[in-house]
DNA sequence: ATTGGCACTCAGAGGGTGAGAGTGCCAGTG
DNA sequence: CACTGGCACTCTCACCCTCTGAGTGCCAAT
């Protein structure tokens, strides 16, 4: 079944009507819109075409035509325009992402932040889960009973954890606990630090009080997290002011998906693209989101780290609005987060503290 | 104006029904519920005289009667019993709270959700605001364009940050830079970090290429946050659960107050109590929270450092059942985190970051 | 002081109605 | 043959009205 050229385009005045107005939109409107010289009685034979093809929907006889997901998708993959950002807009972002701190762990939910306020819709952002190993391990000596634990990973991200213990320890022992680390623990996955592997690595370096453990406990944790992956959502309080979600059942469906992280980690397994990726009503494996969409983009954090960037909101999202505000995002943080750090005048570090 | 015993014992009668039922309470509910021996009609004459005193309020003259934020005060100040939790309650949040890291600073989204998790209730979660000062301050030389600067603060949360250069940097700068910010930026506080310092400090150890500058941001970075405080909103989406937020602006207008960190920072300004504090409705200084109640309790971590945690609810909410949680809570917190490091067997850690 | 009774009030549910928006179809037209 | 104007038809939604029932306030009786 060929779709015609004109149909294409009366779908498009369709769905940017219903993406402005969500509601069902009328063979009149249509018209007046001005994008077809044509008159109602042509649009509406035209538009129950569409409808009978399933590219729209119709609530109930007498009511507008609704864009179905099928709709949705013909326009997201072919006939949405890309859109250009305003000025305000790309400043507003270049603004944001300048004044961050360059380390993907503690950027996401700054970006997720900065993606909900950009685009009025609540976003998520998390680091996509990798078998991290660790890179480089160091302990600190504070004082007796007293020490930090960093673990630098091959993801890129520093961890630490301070370390308070009921007894003393001398700086030789974490001397010698920090050696055998960095020789037994760099480089393996979290599965290979076995019980063995702890035994060894205590009988290496004289421990006899757990501190070993403790350490290793440490380890575990951090390369855990990195292998889940972690998410933030920000801004879902946008959801309530959209129409779609004026009813709170719905709403709060939705809105305690999002606040599992487990959930959101399960959204892009079929990653490929590196562009924008959207995902439509209906197509969503979890049920939770059949009446939404997700609009995906993926950023790169130096080689063995990808972020991901997503907005969450109803099928009828701006789209196209929605998809360069991402793609802009993504390739900004992209950007930042692969150059290496350029040492700037202090003056204006100063001033950007106290904005901040 | 005193009020009497039997009226008292209709209040609390009165506001444990709405608490349970969001309805207004009629006279013929109290009778049923057999606190009193009384008539419907002794019991309207009662409340009457309530009304009259401003402890309960009339939504309009043929309902029943909804306490006033005036009568709420009365119940949580000395009506209401002290709830006692049950056993599946102190076990599950015991649970929550074994298996948490240590660290104040991470702890806090964990604890956030323990807390809404438990009541059923949005939670925030909030590290108190403090003048630190940096303790202690190391730079780890991973590569010859790569370090790691880590910084412990005056309240024991240690920060790092990994830093890429674009040009290389020897061993011994690395550590002349250790031992300058250690002299030199110990102690202080963050307004005392001016350029005047920054440029003794690159003086000292002979940087022209910004490394100070980029260090320094790095600390008044470090600062700032520990300065303003973090908060975490955990579980708003409870909120859509409860009658009094079916109203999707109502809802936003709290969800989008309690998005916003800097809104949650100003809430327990009047810091005083050791025990729950409770403010009702119209208590509230935002106006955005007129109709909702927060019971707040402390935390401490450590001797500097002081953590909040506190519930948002409707007026009517479930005080006694919420603040007994809370407690337990923060009581438990205050010994996990003043505790020293107990180095534990390590079958036990390694179980626990499977489930986690 | 307490109670049973009664008249009164008022929000909210239920039901009927009309307006308006939009459709489908058909006959007419260039 | 594609397009258009017109018309009958459909259906939702907003509005209004009525009626019910819960709850009150007050009063006379106990």
Known sequence: MEISERKKKILTAVIDEYIATAEPVGSKS????????????????????????????????????????????????????????SMEETEAINESLGLKMKQLDKLMSDVGNLASTVTNYPAVAFAAPVAATIRRFD??????????????????????????????????????????????????????????LISNAERACGDTMGLVSVIAAFAIDTLGKAKEGQAYVAGASHLLRLPEFRDPDKAHEVMSYLADSEHLLGLPNDA?????????????????????????????????????????????????????????????????????????????????????
Chains 1, 2 share one sequence.
């Open 30 to 85: 249509i018209v007046e819109s001005g994008v077809l010289d044509l008159s109602s009685a042509t649009i509406r034979n035209e538009m129950a075409e569409l409808t009978a093809m399933g590219f729209l929907e119709q609530p109930h006889t007498s009511a507008g035509r609704v864009p179905s997901p099928k709709g949705y998708r013909l326009y997201v993959n072919e006939l949405m325009e890309r859109q250009r950002l």
């Open 272 to 356: 490929s693209d590196d562009d924008i990726q959207v995902i439509i009503g209906p197509e969503n494996v979890a049920k939770e989101l059949k009446d939404s969409s997700v609009v995906i983009a993926r950023y790169n954090a130096g080689d063995n780290m990808k972020g991901i960037i997503g907005i969450v909101g109803p099928t009828r999202m701006d789209y196209s609005g929605v998809a360069a505000k991402l793609r802009y995002i993504a390739e900004g943080l992209s950007h930042v987060l692969t150059m290496p750090e350029a040492p700037k005048g202090f003056e204006k570090l100063q001033i950007k503290s106290k904005d901040s």
């Open 139 to 196: 302990l600190i000596y504070v004082d007796a009973d007293t020490f930090i634990a960093v673990a630098m990973l091959s993801n890129d991200t520093v961890h630490n954890k301070l370390v308070h213990l009921p007894f003393s320890v001398d700086q030789g022992m974490i001397q010698r606990l920090a050696a055998v680390f960095n020789t037994n623990f760099v480089g393996i996955q979290e599965d290979k630090i076995t019980p063995a």
